[in-house]
């Protein structure tokens, strides 16, 4: 019976073409030559990986250089590394393909380790045998360097080194509101922050002031699912120059000279700032992994990313759970905190809740309320609802303002802020210093 190989061609080559495609993505690449199966795409791998050891550019040319004193013909010839080449339209689904191929090299290592144990079984000692072998399971998925301490207890040292300094209370990306930060220490890199509230409350508003502040000395990306980047930075106009969103709908005819040059003044604020904002239908994890990746290795460790989803229900799942709405969003859920870990940037992914809310006499939201999830609750490391009395009582007496209730912090505590919230502007702020 003829053996069934453990590999996918398509995705093999997909993972060597896109490095041809997108300068710098070899550094993302996690692959090792022997993970590829076809022994052709490992000895171009290896070329391509010598070839940015060397810092030279990667291409045809550069490539079939690197290895013409190897045996061109090997590997396919000039033809065949051309044609892989241009064979990838895009490299959006990077991380789709190198998964591929790490999955089935995996089976491959696991159907070899099986069969010495198949073969150990018969003449060595059974509970060494079986020994051996779990421990050579449990290690496929070991990766070199997972265990390298230094780099993070060298950044540990330079942290703790400077407490006699007066740095403030702040270690991650501020934002913006001084008690918010006081109780976080900003956002952390590599967290996953769910801010979760009822539709018109103001999530879109909230996560566009934080983007804004944090993009003054940081860099902030919005994923804008819900609206379009022109109707984002007409907001965000309004926020930053303090102009009615009454008259930012028709400017031509309701503004005044002031309001001009306030929007004058906000458009020269927001083009100088680090914002990047994408809008494109139908997003998905691919397409958010490969613009952070982007931009993470454009702006290199030294820069702390922020990173805005509005909002994670909209993201484009996977289409094997199209039937399962819940295991579609739990996939989501994990590759944001997966990105926000690889990638080391601080992910702020906004969340519609439950209409539970609505029921309760108090509507204040609670952890439950997380819509279509619990894999949500489990992913985060911070959680924060938003509730306005003023939206639910329009007696109230607690008009324009706005309550964080931080109801989930994995690595700190929790509690409720008072935030003013200036509708007019779409403008959070402090309660102290006013609008």
């Not at 270690?171 to 801010?195: A, C, M, N, Y």
């Not at 008259?247 to 040059?261: A, S, V, Y």
């Not at 702006?299 to 702390?304: C, H, I, M, S, V």
């Not at 007696?395 to 700190?412: C, D, F, M, T, V």
Request: hydrophobic share 40%; glycine share 6%; aromatic share 8%.
């Amino acid at each position: 019976m003829q053996e069934f190989e453990l590999f996918n061609q398509e995705a093999e080559e997909a993972v060597v073409g896109s490095l041809f495609l997108e300068e710098g993505l070899v550094k993302d690449c996690t692959i090792r030559p022997e993970q590829l199966y076809l022994k052709k795409l490992q000895r171009l791998f290896a070329a391509i990986k010598c070839l940015n050891e060397k810092g030279k550019p990667i291409d045809v040319i550069s490539v079939v250089e690197e290895i013409v004193t190897q045996n061109l013909e090997s590997i396919g010839g000039i033809s065949y590394i051309t044609k892989l080449a241009g064979s990838v339209p895009t490299t959006a689904n990077f991380r789709f393909y190198q998964d591929t191929v790490k999955e089935y090299y995996q089976k491959r290592k696991a159907v070899e380790i099986a069969g010495r144990i198949r073969n150990d079984a018969r003449f060595a000692d059974i509970a060494t045998t079986l020994r051996e072998g779990i421990h050579d399971l449990m290690l496929i998925e070991d990766h070199l360097g997972d265990d390298d301490l230094g780099e993070i207890m060298s950044s540990l040292v330079d942290l703790y080194s400077d407490c006699g300094k007066d740095l403030g209370e702040i270690t991650g990306i501020p934002s913006g509101f001084k008690k918010v930060d006081r109780l976080t220490g900003g956002f952390q890199e590599s967290d996953l922050i769910v801010v979760g509230a009822r539709p018109s409350v103001g999530k879109t508003a909230f996560a566009l002031n934080i983007a804004l502040n944090a993009s003054k000395n940081d860099i902030a990306l919005i994923f804008s699912l819900e609206m379009l980047k022109k109707q984002l930075l007409k907001r965000a106009a309004s926020c930053n120059g303090r102009i009615s969103s009454m008259k930012m709908r028709n400017p031509k005819r309701l503004f005044n000279e002031m309001d001009w040059e306030q929007f004058s003044d906000a458009m020269g604020n927001i083009s100088k700032a680090n914002l990047h904002i994408f809008d494109k239908a139908g997003m998905d994890m691919n397409y958010i992994w490969s613009k952070v990746r982007k931009v993470r290795r454009e702006y290199g460790e030294q820069k702390r990313i922020l990173v805005v989803i509005d909002y994670l229900q909209l993201i484009v799942g996977d289409p094997k759970h199209k039937s399962n709405r819940q295991a579609e969003i739990s996939e989501i859920s994990r590759g944001l905190k997966q990105m926000a870990r690889e990638l080391n940037v601080a992910v702020i992914a906004l969340s519609q809740l439950s209409r539970g809310v609505e029921s309760r006499q108090d509507k204040r939201p609670m952890l439950s309320d997380l819509r279509e999830s619990g894999q949500i609750e489990q992913d985060a490391d911070v959680i924060a609802f938003l509730y306005r009395d003023d939206y639910y009582h329009k007696q109230s007496e607690q008009k324009n303002i706005i309550e964080i209730i931080l109801a989930k912090q994995r690595n700190g505590p929790i509690g409720t802020i008072e935030l003013a919230f200036v509708k007019e502007y779409g403008r959070f702020a402090d309660l102290s210093s006013g609008s």
